[in-house]
């Protein structure tokens, strides 16, 4: 038992080992990590498919999405090198992240966003933890390029997903998977948009299969503390989604005018390219794009069916899997995890306006709410 009397601290805790921390460095955490695994069955069942599937519910960090994850370990490193300011450009889940850890560090942060395309929650979070929000007029791709330019001069540490710490705290998710499941699932599916997060997963997975000194190991240019006996000797099938007019990968090269409803992913020129093309190929894996409409619908499905109030982007990994398991390319029988990478409630427009008329108006009256009870039990 520690100093907390075990209580839950963090993944940095957790997996201390495992990450390329110092051992004395001041840990900057919210208490991230150790997310829920949800076994979906309704879905599954209406679908009449015969497989495992369970969704990895990472809108339960503390500000709501999976960058929790990298945010930790990578403002930890930041203000281990004395670094009093940390940027990002964000399509507003990296930013509501950067600005929260920076609030807890102490430091300042200056977050890139694209002019009127993110949702209202996570503008909310980056204004509310004293960000300095600069609303660019170019999308994320563009935001990306200035960054990267701007921490190459100025005192600030660059914490988008090129920075290595990050990819090395998101990794502990597929451990937590493993540990949680107590085996490696067949298929892992989740939303690409930078693919920061696939490249991260597949590293987990990796070390966790013991390939220290493999090709896992040049993804994070020898960041990895490696020196570890495999877990278990399978790694997943990568399966990585994109919104169709949002979707790099399935073109092979960038798209330069990006568009999509899941304003997380609407992403171009992904900065982890090639490492998330490795971590397909090797995986046996595949890139697969779904329309709008198919994101909207497993959104409120998942919410209507499951419980479960994701946001548009994290619905596209079980809007492709359950397509996938219906066409047989991801078998009966098979162990699918997806991840469910941010909350609904990051996004309550997109939400509002696709229930528009759930509400009713009805007078102030007894008989009125038992009429409209009754109407709906009929
Ligand atoms: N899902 C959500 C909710 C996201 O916010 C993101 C990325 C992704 C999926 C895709 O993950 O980039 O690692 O492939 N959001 C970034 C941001 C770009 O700025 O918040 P990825």
Redesign the pocket.
């Known amino acids: 038992m520690n100093a907390d009397g075990g209580r839950y601290t963090g993944l940095i805790e957790r997996y201390r080992a495992r990450l390329p921390i110092a051992a004395d460095a001041r840990v900057i955490s919210l208490g991230e990590g150790d997310t829920p695994l949800l076994r979906l069955t309704h879905l599954v069942r209406d679908a009449g498919a015969d497989v495992e599937l369970y969704v990895k519910l990472e809108g339960l960090n503390p500000t709501g999405?999976?960058?929790d994850r990298g945010m930790t370990v990578a403002v930890t490193q930041a203000v281990a090198e004395d670094s009093r300011a940390i940027i990002?450009?964000?399509?507003?889940?990296?930013?509501a992240a950067a600005a929260a850890y920076a609030a807890r560090a102490g430091i300042r942060s200056f977050v890139l966003i694209p002019h009127g395309k993110i949702a209202l929650g996570k503008l909310a979070q980056a204004m509310m933890h004293g960000a300095t929000v600069l609303q660019i007029r170019g999308n994320?791709d563009a935001g990306m390029q200035l960054v990267k330019e701007v921490a190459a001069n100025a005192p600030v540490t660059l914490v988008n997903?090129v920075n290595p710490y990050r990819i090395q705290g998101q990794k502990t998710a597929a451990f937590e998977i493993v540990d949680a499941l107590g085996r490696v699932p067949d298929y892992h599916c989740l939303?690409?948009?930078?693919?920061?997060?696939?490249t991260a997963y597949w590293i987990g997975y990796s070390e966790y299969a013991g390939c220290a000194g493999t090709a896992a190991c040049r993804f994070c240019a020898g960041t990895c503390p490696y020196a570890w006996p495999p877990v278990t000797d399978r790694r997943p099938v990568m399966c990585g989604y994109q919104a169709a007019g949002a979707a790099p990968f399935l073109r092979g090269e960038p798209v330069e005018h990006p568009e999509t409803v899941a304003t997380?992913?609407r992403?171009g020129n992904?900065q982890s390219f090639s490492q998330a093309q490795a971590a397909s190929q090797e995986s046996g894996g595949w890139f697969a794009a779904l329309s709008d409409d198919d994101i909207l619908d497993m959104q409120q499905r998942l919410a209507e069916r499951e419980g479960v109030f994701c946001?548009p982007?994290?619905a596209i990994a079980v809007a492709g899997a359950l397509r996938d398991i219906g066409s047989g390319r991801i078998p009966a029988g098979s162990v699918v995890v997806c991840t469910l990478?941010?909350h609904g409630l990051k996004d309550p427009d997109i939400a509002i306006q696709r229930c528009a008329g759930r509400v009713l108006e009805i007078e102030s009256r007894r008989e009125a709410v038992e009429r409209a009870i009754l109407d709906r039990l009929r």
Request: hydrophobic share 35%.
């Open positions: 999405s999976f960058k990002c450009a964000s399509t507003g889940n990296t930013s994320f997903s939303p690409v948009g930078n693919a920061g997060n696939i997380a992913i992403i992904p946001e982007a994290s990478t941010g």
